[in-house]
């Protein structure tokens, strides 16, 4: 996240950012927990299921999950961004209030 050009600008709600974060973070951690149960699942399926069908949804099945994987890694480094970027606006707001 780049910093604004002027703090005056910021409206922003830093309880919201964090929710979302950790809204994200779950999301995250959810998914990390269920990938290894569902390749166990795949592992299952492929000894019952062994043809060129299966072969591509395979791939498919592989290509997706890297997808979802880049997803949740920038994820990751999103949260870090937002719960700072909360941070920020709370100081700024702060300020504004005249508190510190």
């Known amino acids: 996240m780049s ?9 922003v709600n830093p309880e919201q950012l964090r929710s979302f ?6 999301f995250i951690q959810f998914t990390n927990e269920t990938f290894d149960e569902t ?3 795949l ?6 299921w062994d043809d060129d069908g299966f072969e591509q949804f395979k791939r498919h099945f592989f290509s ?3 997808q979802l ?8 480094r999103l949260t870090q961004a937002l719960d700072r970027d909360a941070e920020r606006a709370e100081r700024l707001m702060q300020r504004r209030t005249g508190g510190y």
């Open 39 to 41: 390749n166990m699942r």
């Open 69 to 76: 994987l880049t997803f949740m890694d920038e994820s990751q």
């Open 64 to 66: 997706t999950r890297d």
């Open 21 to 26: 974060a950790e809204a994200l973070r779950f």
């Open 43 to 48: 592992v299952r399926l492929s000894e019952t």
């Open 3 to 11: 910093p604004p050009a002027d703090d005056n600008q910021i409206s």
